[in-house]
């Protein structure tokens, strides 16, 4: 009896040894991807941030240029809609897609044809409006200008006194708009929309090599575990690109409907032959089942259910096999803000209508018959 007790015994310490000896290294592998990652994550960062010295100057930057000896030329200038700036004495000189390191090489040189060893300075002081295209499973696609024009700054425009010269702060990332700002302004995500894989591309100054790069974002990380490292800064001319996704994110859908990314509210037309024809306001992840139950349902003699929504521009009208009690997503399918949910008329209610609209007409012909007789 002994013997076998030790020996149960001796078992346990043997399996607890073995599945030890299992685990560390699983958790020592775990503990190598999550640094790995973060490490990817870090250099893939580096490409996000935006560096003032690398910002492209376009039409409706507004710059200030200081003479060290020549004072009464101090002024503000604003890059012109043809992408020139005219500058004191010199006139226009090309600054669009430039950074702020060139057009201070060129105004330089340009200076130093009429000026004995020029000490000049051009600084950014006002960015441009930022327009950025946003693409992809996004509720309302398209070109978003996300700032306005500064109508303070543009009162300062020409030559001012040195003394008045600082009235306008030097350009700052800190209040352009974010990534998550962006989405809100274009009304939020589709239910498919991969949050964790967002697509961005940002232009590169030809000094650096020009055209694109572009860098995968994570931004549902905000929801899972309030990182917001990818929630960026956004400058004029940047593209998101949402993709799809290819499986079932409920946890995505249930945390985004929480949260304030996308409209309190969503607006869905529910018409046809429902109790309560009209404009609906509904929760952002509501469903073509929703809308009708909120519009009072169906009426009977009902006919096929139409659900007319966009995509890309395009008007999409799609028949849907009406079941209250479905939950499948080609039934059932999530609505968007501007959805037109149309329950059309049966034959026999549409005969019936027509019989109505008939109808009384003939008994006013017999009820006059009847009068005149």
Not at 64 to 74: M, V
Not at 271 to 292: D, F
Not at 347 to 365: K, Y
């Amino acid at each position: 009896m002994f013997y076998f007790r030790f020996n149960m015994f001796s078992r346990k310490l043997l399996f607890l040894f073995l599945l030890i000896s299992q685990i560390l290294p699983i958790a020592n592998l775990k503990s190598e991807y999550k640094n790995h990652h973060l490490d990817n994550k870090l250099i893939a960062l580096d490409e996000k941030v935006v560096n003032k010295n690398q910002y492209i100057l376009g039409a409706g930057d507004i710059l200030s240029i200081r003479f060290e000896d020549f004072e009464e030329y101090n002024s503000y200038v604003k890059i012109k809609i043809d992408g020139n700036l005219d500058l004191p004495m010199i006139g226009d000189v090309v600054a669009e897609d430039l950074i702020i390191e060139e057009i201070n090489s060129l105004a330089l040189e340009r200076y130093s044809k009429i000026m004995n060893n020029p000490i000049i300075e051009i600084k950014l002081v006002k960015q441009r409006p930022i327009k950025v295209f946003l693409s992809g499973e996004i509720t309302r696609p398209g070109l978003y200008k996300l700032t306005k024009d500064d109508e303070d700054a543009v009162k300062y425009l020409g030559s001012v006194n040195s003394d008045e010269f600082e009235i306008i702060e030097d350009f700052s990332i800190d209040n352009a708009p974010t990534l998550y700002e962006g989405i809100r302004t274009a009304q939020g995500i589709t239910s498919v929309t991969d949050l964790e894989n967002i697509e961005f591309r940002r232009k590169i100054p030809k000094k650096y090599g020009g055209g694109y790069k572009k860098t995968n974002l994570n931004l549902l990380s905000i929801f899972i575990y309030g990182d917001d490292s990818d929630n960026i800064k956004l400058m004029d001319g940047d593209v998101i690109i949402f993709k799809k996704s290819n499986k079932k994110i409920p946890e995505q859908i249930l945390n985004v409907s929480k949260s304030n990314l996308n409209p309190a509210t969503i607006g869905v037309y529910v018409t046809g032959r429902v109790q309560k024809p009209g404009l609906k306001n509904l929760l952002p992840g509501s469903t073509l089942n929703e809308a009708i139950a909120v519009a009072g349902g169906p009426k009977v003699l009902r006919g096929k259910v139409e659900l007319i929504t966009s995509k890309n521009d395009k008007l999409l009208i799609r028949t849907v096999k009406y079941n209250p009690k479905s939950t499948s997503s080609k039934k059932n399918p999530i609505l968007k803000s501007g959805d037109i949910v149309r329950v059309r008329n049966s034959v026999i209610s549409a005969g019936t209508e027509l019989f109505s609209e008939i109808v009384p007409p003939i008994i006013g012909i017999n009820t006059i018959y009847e009068i005149l007789e």
